[in-house]
């Protein structure tokens, strides 16, 4: 008897299917409610000490009112810009060598393996390591070495950045099908135009979402910058001094023992997720607006 | 103008797979030349030793010669060079998926560093004139991707592409077979136009096809060039066994 004709199995696979579809939908709310719990309880607590002196001021002396967190936004800005400058890059072309050039040779493995193993340093190792490199030692010829620095930090985070956007460019760009790689080579373009032109550009979008997560990742790194940016309760943007960040600002506002100081690192806490979402989004929008009708 | 090809003794290997066995063979001119056989029988390994694609693959391998034209391409030439002398169409149309429309049919000179935009812009349509896709697509020239275009545009795209570097030889490895049989009789007609221009040399699996658009037919098996002669004579008078079998669809 064919099985469309048994109306009790029918019954079953009819049920079975709204089980499947509906412990989905279950899995998506449980995943995105935490997102939406911390979203909202930001908001709740720290939305209300949003004013103008937030992102004006900076941190008040202990025994003043008011204050507000410009000097770490704009710290911030500049460790992650100098991240981006060092990990970006990097990251980019370890990840074209690991997946173009170096494939299934030794020390292509060696890199990945080294790469991954970096990911999961906890981050605070990192920031021993770079205290121990760049702050603790000076290096000869290097200015910015030697003591606490905006340089220091920066590198930090963008040593952080390199094996994650080094992974996932490789991922992006083996996945780049083969017949595109080919379509070039036909045409006589040398290999190293084809990989730059065709095969990044083709895996570009996948790319620029890794650039992406490590850069969110980094932003709302404290551990690293306590050993090597320093944080800093004055207006500085001076690469060679100790700069402010937004995570170091929230950290010293939330172990304070004063309550408008709390209520500012709730605060703190908002503005960084919203800025690194306002980041992310925007890179979105400009790399997305080249994109062609139809393009895949 | 096309040139013809001269294969002497070419043998060549995927690993220790001896897939191509002392080939030799004439490819004439200005004329289309198919390559018939069952599948793995070395037709495309073939086509892919005449442009120098078949070493791309690291454990490729290839001994004899090759002579296009005057030139001994295994001899005195950088595989890159070459390539842009003898054009290929895969079988499955392989558009950059990034690019516009026009920006893949400029990409081989573009990537080869030629910027000069008006005689871009005369070559671009030149070559989608040639590949009858012209009134399709000149609307949405900068505006679409390759990508979007159906199946059959997209490979009249990639034989524009193809010929926008003005090749003198055109390689087609089962450029239909992806195909439905509105786009593959187009491409067919195209075939036809192109061969007083060009050099072309077709692997197919649909013999109906080879009889259409081919002068002349090699018929391979298990590596080897068993039969190569007349079309008409490859169909209707076969001198081996083996392709009369072939042909006659006893086995394949």
């Known amino acids: 008897m064919p099985l469309s004709g048994n109306p009790i199995r029918a019954k079953i696979r009819a049920l079975t299917d709204s089980a499947v579809t509906g412990l989905a939908i279950l899995a998506t709310l449980l995943v995105v409610a935490p997102l939406v719990a911390i979203f909202v309880y930001l908001i709740y607590k720290g939305a209300s000490s949003l004013n103008l002196a937030f992102f004006t001021q900076i941190q008040k002396p202990v025994g003043e009112s008011g204050g507000g967190m410009a000097h770490a936004i704009v710290g911030s800005a500049v460790l992650l810009a100098l991240a981006t400058v060092i990990g970006v890059p990097i990251g980019i072309g370890g990840g074209i060598y690991l997946a173009e050039f170096g494939r299934g040779t030794k020390l292509a493995n060696a890199i990945r393996f080294t790469a991954d193993v970096l990911n999961g340093v906890p981050s605070i190792v990192m920031g021993v390591a770079a205290y121990a490199l760049i702050v603790g030692t000076h290096i000869p010829f290097l200015p910015f070495t030697g003591h606490f620095s905006a340089f220091a930090g920066g590198t930090a985070l963008g040593i952080m950045m390199i094996p994650t956007v080094c992974r996932t460019t490789e991922e992006m760009l083996v996945m780049v099908p083969h017949a595109v790689r080919e379509a070039a080579l036909g045409l006589g373009v040398p290999n190293w135009r084809s990989v730059l032109s065709i095969t990044v550009k083709t895996a570009s979008p996948g790319i620029i979402t890794g650039c992406m997560l490590a850069f969110a990742r980094v932003a709302g790194e404290t551990a690293p910058l306590l050993f090597t940016a320093l944080g800093n309760s004055f207006w500085s943007v001076d690469l060679n001094q100790p700069i402010a960040a937004l995570p170091l600002q929230i950290y010293v506002y939330a172990l304070s023992p004063y309550d408008e100081w709390h209520r500012l690192a709730w605060a703190g806490a908002l503005v960084l997720i919203v800025l690194i979402v306002l980041a992310v989004s925007l890179v979105r929008y400009v790399t997305s607006r080249g994109v062609l009708k139809g393009a895949s | ?252």
Not at chain 2, 108 to 126: A, C, F, H, Q, T
Not at chain 2, 139 to 144: A, C, G, N, T
Not at chain 2, 150 to 178: F, K, N, T, W, Y
């Open chain 2, 1 to 252: 103008m096309g040139v013809g090809i001269d294969v002497t003794n070419l043998n060549a290997w995927y690993g220790t797979n001896h897939t191509l066995q002392d080939i030799n063979l004439h490819i004439p001119a200005n004329h289309a030349t198919a390559l018939i056989g069952p599948s793995g029988c070395g037709k495309s390994t073939f086509v892919r030793c005449l442009n120098r694609m078949h070493e791309t693959n690291p454990i490729a391998r290839v001994t004899g010669q090759v002579k296009v034209g005057d030139q001994d391409i295994y001899a005195d030439a950088k595989p890159v060079e070459i390539r842009r002398r003898i054009g290929m169409v895969f079988q499955r149309p392989n558009p950059f998926p990034t690019m516009s429309i026009y920006d893949n049919v400029a990409s081989g000179l573009k990537l080869n560093g030629y910027s000069n935009r008006r005689v871009l812009d005369e070559i671009v349509e030149k070559s989608l004139k040639n590949s009858a896709l012209w009134d399709e697509v000149k609307d949405d020239l900068r505006k679409k991707s390759g990508a979007s275009l159906s199946g059959g545009q997209q490979q009249r795209l990639c034989i524009a592409r193809a010929l926008a570097v003005d090749p003198e030889v055109l390689l087609m490895d089962e450029p239909a077979s992806a195909l439905d049989p509105v786009s593959t009789s187009k491409i067919e007609d195209l075939i036809f136009e192109l061969k007083s221009q060009y050099t072309i040399v077709i692997v197919t699996h649909n013999m109906q096809q080879a009889a259409r658009v081919a002068e002349k037919t090699g018929f391979f098996l298990n590596g080897r060039l068993v039969e190569f002669d007349e079309t008409h004579k490859i169909f209707t008078n076969p001198t081996d066994k083996r392709t009369e079998d072939y042909i006659t669809g006893r086995f394949g």
